[in-house]
């Protein structure tokens, strides 16, 4: 598959039946837009319910959109493709299948597997699974679970990667660990990559650019450029100075809350 | 079954016995003497009974425990079989006893309907050209009814578990149709099929069919979506996610299927064998009941015991290959 590629959000609404009456609905995406260029690592930060997940599954093409435009590069997003990777806070791996088979399993739906079977041993290297290669995945801790996840959603060269909080469930320490991790990935690779985090220091940390979301219905509340070469050092105050003017913005700094939680 | 082997192995693992007691490596040729001995003097008391062959039958248990007393000195492994196993040896060795003695000795049972262990050893030895040939006939029946049924139940659940317009048409016919057991066909089957090993095996499938249908077609609609959603940003098709996904989430389903339908299955061929068939076990059984031969019915009765449960204990084995995958996260 090709290099990376752009993304372009153009006004797209989205919205849901709501659970206790079928007949109305919530408006989850109002109008979204905004663009990634290829090769960047934007993060998506918001409060939980404000519709980034939605829009994951929207970019990946899992859902549809009620109106508006979805782009990778200049192609119209027609439903789900290897183009573009997912992967999720839970890695889904097939539990039936081996470390190795997981990672195959992204050939293997293509139906490439024969061709193209020696590049899995370079992306067990590449996430440095091959210990654990005929294993089953219940075996795995979180960290290295997460690591197969990756490898699998990568070993098809997708032009964009969304990442749905996918270091969510870790504890704190393989979770730096992970950070690393994924921005050796993208390092390698320039894949351009989509980040739902709602850890704001794990955005800052990563991302080139942070769009912060807000509910009701989700939205691009404000865009910041993480100019910051990498690595990044959390503990800088240009490090903290972003994430103070982020809490700031999202109204959790000192002050008490006063938007719905 | 697997469970309580899979127990003692993990027991023998946690003390490794170097020795095997005095006590335990008596019991069992103990307990073959005194069943023997209470067998001896009960025919004493009844001078036609023909014991011959029983009584051979305990100098070779005799034997045999008396070999395997002396082999478990020089072979650890046996060792372990034997001390998990002893217990359960010497009881069944002793429940023959106590069988002998309630029907042969005191006749506190009714004759000829409970026969003594003797006699049922003497019929299942004397008759074992014909017991080996119905339990063949029984085996290709059973195994032909339900390899048959279980195709088209893993057809039919794969269809209606994936396609939610297969499920609104064949959802209702299999709760109408399905609970009916599978023997109350068959008069009609009789009627409707050429030859009655046609409508046997129809049944047994029928009967196979219900519970495998039922159980894929749930495995597969509740395959985990975030499984198909993944597969399907892997740029998975539909045989992709029909074949590599969904049936393989749903085999630990389907095996609970196939395992109810095996249990049907067995039902339904000793009831249609001895209805229609001319052979199979459970026609020897409906027809040695009808000389009032029961030795031989007992006889068969054994057979049964262990042709199913051999039968079972494979479909055991094969569920532990194909679902190694899930050992560690599920106790069986």
Redesign the interface.
């Known amino acids: 598959m090709a290099a990376a590629s752009g993304v372009r959000v153009h006004k797209i609404y989205k919205s849901f039946p709501m659970p206790d009456a079928p007949s109305t609905s919530r408006l989850a995406l109002g109008g979204i837009s905004f663009s990634i260029a290829a090769s960047e690592l934007a993060s998506l930060v918001g409060p939980s319910g404000c519709g980034k997940s939605t829009l994951l599954r929207l970019i990946a093409g899992l859902d549809v959109p009620d109106s508006g435009e979805l782009l990778v590069g200049t192609e119209k997003i027609a439903g789900p493709s290897a183009e573009r990777g997912l992967v999720f806070q839970d890695p889904n791996l097939f539990p039936w299948l081996t470390v190795r088979r997981n990672i195959e399993a992204g050939l293997a739906a293509r139906g490439v597997l024969r061709e193209k079977r020696n590049e899995v041993d370079e992306f067990m290297r590449l996430v440095g699974l091959e210990a654990f290669a005929n294993g089953y995945p219940h075996h795995l801790s979180g960290g290295m679970a997460q690591r197969v996840a990756l490898a699998r959603a990568l070993i098809n060269h997708p032009k964009v990667l969304l990442l749905d909080e996918p270091l969510g469930a870790l504890d704190a320490f393989t979770r730096m660990r992970m950070q690393d991790e994924v921005l050796r990935l993208w390092e390698n690779r320039r894949t351009t990559m989509l980040l739902v985090t709602h850890d704001i220091d794990e955005a800052i940390y990563m991302s080139d650019r942070i769009l912060i979301m807000t509910p009701a219905p989700g939205r691009i509340d404000r865009e910041i450029d993480i100019d910051l070469a990498r690595p990044r050092d959390r503990t800088s105050d240009s490090f903290l100075r972003f994430r103070t003017e982020i809490l700031e913005h999202l109204h959790f700094a000192g002050k008490v809350a006063n938007v719905p939680a | 079954m697997t469970f309580m082997s899979q127990l003692a192995s993990d027991a023998a693992v946690t003390n490794k016995p170097s020795t095997l007691p005095w006590p335990m490596q008596l019991a069992v040729p103990v307990a073959s003497l005194i069943t023997f001995g209470t067998h001896w003097l009960i025919a004493q008391k009844a001078p036609p009974l023909e014991t011959h062959s029983y009584m051979l039958l305990f100098w070779e248990i005799l034997g045999v425990s008396i070999i395997l007393a002396i082999a478990q000195k020089f072979w650890p492994p046996l060792r372990k079989w034997m001390r998990h196993m002893w217990p359960i040896f010497t009881a069944a060795i002793l429940s023959f006893g106590i069988w002998d003695v309630i029907t042969a000795g005191m006749h506190l049972l009714p004759l000829p309907y409970f026969p003594g262990p003797a006699t049922v050893l003497r019929s299942l030895i004397s008759d074992r050209g014909l017991l080996f040939d119905s339990t063949w006939h029984s085996l290709v029946l059973l195994l032909s009814g339900y390899i048959l049924g279980v195709i088209v139940g893993l057809v039919s659940g794969v269809c209606i578990g994936w396609s939610s317009s297969v499920r609104y048409w064949g959802m209702p016919l299999l709760k109408v149709v399905g609970p009916i057991p599978a023997t109350a066909w068959i008069p009609l089957a009789m009627v409707v099929a050429p030859s009655s090993i046609v409508s046997a095996v129809g049944l047994i499938a029928l009967a196979v069919w219900f519970p495998v249908t039922m159980l894929t077609a749930s495995g597969i609609s509740n395959t985990?979506a975030?499984?198909l959603?993944?597969?399907?940003?892997?740029?998975?098709?539909r045989l992709?996610l029909i074949f590599?996904?969904a049936i393989?989430?749903a085999?630990p389903n389907i095996f609970i299927g196939l395992f109810m339908g095996l249990g049907a299955s067995f039902l339904t061929l000793v009831v249609a064998e001895s209805v229609g068939v001319k052979s199979g076990l459970g026609w020897y059984v409906s027809w040695a009941q009808g000389w009032a031969e029961y030795g031989k019915v007992f006889a068969a009765l054994i057979i049964m015991a262990g042709f199913f449960s051999t039968v079972m204990t494979l479909l055991f084995k094969l569920r532990d290959r194909v679902l190694v995958?899930?050992?560690?996260?599920i106790k069986w």
């Open positions: 985990r975030s499984y959603d993944v597969a399907r940003t892997l740029g998975a098709g992709y590599r996904v393989p989430a085999v995958w899930q050992k560690g996260i």
